[in-house]
């Protein structure tokens, strides 16, 4: 090997760890815009709506509401511009930066970066109502294809979202550094439905950083579907003969296929029968929503006859697979590279689960808990709630972010129902 070769390789290895650096150290940052005020009586107007008992103290604070432009990673490593919403009390968030990864969503339109105080947003008014109030600022990335990204979003697929929510922190430092707004060291790791599962696959990437600002104070990872590649396939293959039950398993059945055809290049017949495949990849080439999916899923699965069994819609080689956990399909594959229950925390953990949920089986809350206390987590370290059946899973958010806001004011002893 040449001396030249030789010092070209070293350079190019220096350049790689340099951008690495770089995008650990708060150089993601690319711009950030105002997206809107909410006074504090409006905040008041928003805490009321979403937590009627009280469970969320109202506030004095005004909220500036700043969506940034970041740089982060794609599915191949990648360098990305990602979006998402900064929601910071002026003045100050003393008690620190509390990340909010969100549920599941098809609508761009619905991407917390989108929200500018007015309308309908009810998860992202949710997470600002529960925090944003209390001396936290908080921000909410909308992940690899949504919000200003055209690419394919990644569903279900927590470990890979999980860098949309990394290297939004070291942005919302930079933002506020050059607004002058002092956020509080603290670190505060949530999210609900998918982004239950991304914040959990945020906070085991966390913990293997050593600087300083991505240390995890507490984390509260909510109603996530964690054991992908058994708990959740299981769920997702569970027959039942009610149609809405069915319908549902199919639009999120979509949404993963939907990736992995965008991605990959496989075709959506190689899983669905011809009728769905066709409706499907029309719906997705037209800027959907989550009602024109499940409509659409509604209407050609009652056409094609399929008496709400999925062994009448999708491909019998896949439904094999799939059934069997079979990992020569790319599908059960990535559930199991993306599987986030096995594994130990070393910050202390609070789980929030509803009882009887009909999209996201508890089941993956205890699985993941009693999997951490197998490997040694303690009962001090780690602890679960179980919000009761008078709850759903689209009702079950905001008691369930309640129950983060009292942790991580004031730890487990602020949740006594905590077990």
């Known amino acids: 090997m040449t001396r030249k070769l030789t010092f070209r390789r070293y350079i190019f290895a220096a350049a790689i760890t340099l951008a690495a650096f ?12 105002l997206n809107g005020t909410l006074t504090s009586s409006e905040m008041n107007a928003l805490i009321a709506k979403a937590f009627p008992d009280g469970s969320v103290s109202q506030t004095t604070s ?5 969506k940034v432009t970041y740089t982060s990673v794609d599915v191949n490593n990648k360098k990305v511009n990602l979006t998402g919403l900064v929601a910071v009390p002026v003045g100050g968030a003393p008690k620190g930066l509390v990340v909010y990864c969100h549920g599941t969503t098809v609508d761009r339109g619905r991407s917390p970066s989108k929200y500018k105080g007015k309308g309908e947003a009810p998860e992202t008014v949710e997470a600002i109502a529960a925090f944003a ?14 919000g200003d990204q055209k690419g394919a979003h990644p569903y279900p697929f927590a470990k890979i979202n999980a ?23 603290e670190l505060f790791i949530t999210g609900y439905s998918e982004g239950g599962a991304v914040a959990m696959a945020l906070t085991q990437l966390l913990q293997s950083y050593m600087n300083e600002q991505y240390q995890v104070t507490k984390s509260a990872p ?5 054991d992908l590649s058994g708990v959740t396939r299981n769920f997702i293959l569970t027959e039942t003969n009610e149609q809405t039950g069915f319908v549902l398993r199919l639009y999120l059945m979509s949404y993963v296929t939907n990736f992995v055809n965008k991605e990959k290049g496989i075709k959506l017949n190689t899983f669905y029968k011809t009728a769905l495949a066709n409706a499907l990849g029309l719906n997705y080439r037209l800027n959907p929503t989550d009602e024109g999916v499940i409509k659409n899923i509604g209407l050609t699965t009652m056409l094609m006859r399929a008496d709400n069994k999925l062994s009448n819609v999708l491909q019998p080689a896949f439904y094999k697979q799939i059934k069997e956990g079979n990992s020569s399909n790319i599908v059960v594959r990535m559930f199991k590279e993306n599987d986030v229950y096995n594994w130990s925390p070393r910050v202390p953990m609070m789980m929030v689960a509803v009882d009887k949920d009909f999209v996201v089986s508890p089941e993956n809350t205890t699985k993941t808990y009693e999997t951490m206390r197998r490997r040694g987590v303690s009962p001090s370290m780690l602890k679960t709630v179980m919000l009761p059946d008078t709850f759903n899973h689209l009702t079950g958010i905001a008691p369930a972010l309640s129950k983060s806001r009292a942790f991580f004011d004031g730890g487990f002893g602020a949740v006594p129902e905590a077990k």
């Open 22 to 33: 770089s995008l650990l150290n708060g150089q993601t940052l690319v711009k950030s815009e």
């Open 133 to 146: 109030g209390g001396g936290y600022a908080v921000v909410l990335p909308d992940y690899l294809g949504l």
């Open 222 to 226: 909510l109603s996530g579907p964690y």
């Open 163 to 185: 860098a949309s929510g990394r290297d939004i922190i070291s942005a919302a430092r930079s933002f506020a550094k050059q607004k002058n707004y002092k956020i509080g060291r």
């Open 62 to 66: 005004i909220v500036e509401l700043h």
